[in-house]
């Protein structure tokens, strides 16, 4: 591997997180707790009482979501291809998942991107949905289907899209949440 001597930690994680969680734990964080966030983020934003608040929070979550996962995420993979653990390692995963590319972690990249976008709503909440992404990060590292470093360059470009598109529409921001 070499960056940090990943490989011990992925290893380490894999066997530590096997012993302590069950595999139905791990797949359904790894899988399906994604599909719970999404249900709560689009709830919480439905609770809003503004309609433009809502229609803002709404366009703000979708322009995130396509910069992280369906533009960046994307194009580093295309130009960086790197095998999963499962694929190098020869150990059964235990969600099911095609050998494709694993760096960065698309579920990880949503995830972060969904928790920074609910920080906008509520601080309080957002360390909820921040800890659900982490929870959805690790498990996919103990499922043996990504890297640490996936799951850390995931959170990176999460951030960074998060960022671009709050301060390209700040303007509006301001004018509609004041």
Do not use: C
Not at 12 to 22: A, M, S, V
Not at 33 to 43: D, K, P
Not at 56 to 68: V, Y
Not at 111 to 140: D, E, H, M, P, Y
Request: charged share 15%; net charge positive.
């Amino acid at each position: 591997m070499g960056f940090l001597k990943e490989d011990s930690l992925f290893s380490f994680l894999y066997n530590l997180g096997r012993q302590i969680f069950p595999k139905g734990v791990i797949v359904f964080l790894g899988s399906y707790l994604i599909f719970f966030i999404v249900i709560v983020f689009f709830f919480l934003v439905w609770k809003e009482s503004n309609l433009k608040k809502r229609i803002f929070l709404l366009n703000f979550f979708i322009l995130a979501e396509i910069l992280s996962r369906g533009i960046l995420t994307e194009v580093i993979r295309f130009f960086y291809n790197r095998s999963r653990p499962f694929s190098i390692l020869e150990i059964e995963p235990l969600i099911s998942h095609s050998a494709s590319y694993s760096f960065p972690s698309g579920h990880a990249a949503f995830a972060f991107t969904l928790a920074l976008v609910v920080f906008l709503i509520n601080k309080k909440r957002g360390w909820f949905f921040l800890a659900a992404a982490l929870l959805i990060s690790l498990s996919r590292i103990i499922a043996g289907i990504h890297w640490p470093s996936d799951i850390l360059a995931s959170l990176i470009i999460s951030l960074v899209s998060f960022l671009v598109v709050y301060y390209l529409v700040l303007p509006l921001r301001k004018k509609i949440f004041s």
